[in-house]
Structure formats: structure tokens, C-alpha cells
């Protein structure tokens, strides 16, 4: 291996793809982010989207031409058709000589932990704990999809946001004097029209619903008791992913990762509470670049 060896990390969720590289030395070269890159290949308008971002990655990467890579992807799992259409699709696209392609919790979780050594619990667009066994078999609860329960990540804060809303907008005649319904219509450019509403979260599916987490955050500051029941509610969830997991595997160290966290201190809080004396730790780790270094292992 020489120190021009370029190694690329990919750390896909549903609300975009961050990149990383790395030289041999394990040096940051540059980063990024790009449009989503899903396991979800199940239409022609999810593969178009998935291609387009590719597309953009590579434009993104540059003058930079990776030789390895190790890609988490949400929606997949390692060795279904999905992860080898990914790794045959990075391969060509990229023109790279070796491709791991995993799950974004496979990686997320490898990034905190050896396997059989904790929980994670992960708050992004949707909400998920997972351990992986020492036999690298993984044991998951929640994260099943917003159709289903995506209990404590961004989805299910914005989604409880906009039910509080527009439950408003059915009772008063004024929701706009709520600070919550305020942010939203602001948010929507300020307009409190249902069409407009309606527009902007069915097409921009859960990414959309998720984009108003941070909204609630804001006015959770501002000392609104609703506002901050939907945060504390999401801390709760949090926890009781984790608490699902030990039912099953014992107590073991918990790490609580994700960008829905960032929304607020009050989530974390709350669910640090809620899990009382144990092991908590929210470490800033790039998952990233951190797949970016495991691509030395290849």
C-alpha cells in the first residue's frame, strides 16, 4: 500500500449520502455530502433517483479517484441483491478495485463497537437500536420504516409537529398565534393553506416531514410545553429501543448516535433519564470517515 492510495467512505441514510476520503496515512482529503442513496431499488423512479445520485457523488469526488471503498447503506443488508447491485454500481462508477458494501447500521454500529460489545441506538430520519452478536448476527428494534414505526429520529418529531398543527387549524380559528403552527407556516413560506401544506409533505415524502424536527427544536427553546412534550416523547422512544434490545442481550454500553439528536438537548435528556443509571455515551463520531478507515482492512 502507498500513501497515494485514496480510500472512500459513504454513509448513506435517507436524508443524504455524507462521503469521506482518506489518504494511506488515514488523512482527511476532503468530504461531503450528496443527494440520499437508498437500499430501496424496488421502482424505476427509486433506481433513477439512487443513479442520479451516484452521479453526483462522482462529480462530487472530483479530481479524487478512490481505489477502495466501504459504502453503509440504509435499507440494506450485506449480501442481499440490493448491497450487490450497490457494489457492482460503485465498482463501475468509480472505477474502484475493492467495494464493501454493508447496511448504514452495519457500519454505524462497527464505527462505535466490536461486535457483541453494546447497543446503539440510532436517531436520524428514522429511529433504530441494534446490536451486532459476536457472530456478527445482528438484533435489531424499531427502524421498520415510516409506514410502520420509526419511533425517536426526525420523521416521527415532525410528524408528531404537524399533527399538533393541523389539529390546530381544525379547532381555532387563529393557529397562527401558536408558536409551533407559526414556524410551520413559515417553514411552508409563510401560509397556513392546507394545498400548500399538503404539496410540500406528500411530495417531499418523509425527508420533508422530517425537515420540520429542527422547527420544534426552535420553538421547544422558546420554553413551548408542547413543544417540548414532542422531544421529551422522542427521548422516551429512544430509550425503549434500547430497552427492547437488552430484554435480549443483557446490559450492555449504549451509545446514542444521529443527526436527530442535534434537534434538541432536551431528547437526550429525556432519554438518558428514562434509562436511568446506565452506561450513555453520545460520542461525535464521522461515520464517514470512519468507513473510510475501515477500507484499509479490505
Known sequence: MTNEEVLLGLDAGASSCKWALVNAKLELLAAGRVAPITGHVFTKEQRQSNFAALEALTSALGQHKPTRAVA??????????????YQDALIEA?????????????????????????????????????????????????????LIADPGGGFSIGQQA?????????ISPTPETHPL????????????????MREHIYGGGRSAVAAFAPLVGVVAAQGNPEAIAILEQAGQEIAELASRIMRRVGVLPIVLAGGALEVSPIIVKSAQAALGNLEVSIPKTDIAQAAAKMALEL
Open 72 to 85: 453503509g447503506i440504509t435499507g440494506l443488508s450485506m449480501g442481499d441483491a440490493a448491497a450487490q447491485f
Open 94 to 146: 468509480l472505477g474502484l478495485a475493492d467495494v464493501a458494501v454493508m447496511s448504514d447500521m452495519d457500519l454505524a454500529y462497527l464505527a462505535h463497537f466490536e461486535p457483541g460489545q453494546g447497543i446503539l441506538v440510532y436517531a436520524g430520519t428514522g429511529g433504530i437500536a441494534y446490536h451486532l452478536s459476536a457472530d456478527g448476527s445482528p438484533i435489531r428494534a424499531g427502524g421498520r420504516g415510516y
Open 162 to 170: 404537524l399533527r399538533f398543527v393541523t389539529t390546530l387549524m381544525d
Open 181 to 196: 403552527a407559526s414556524a410551520v407556516f413559515a417553514h411552508l413560506g409563510n401560509s397556513s393553506d392546507w394545498t400548500i
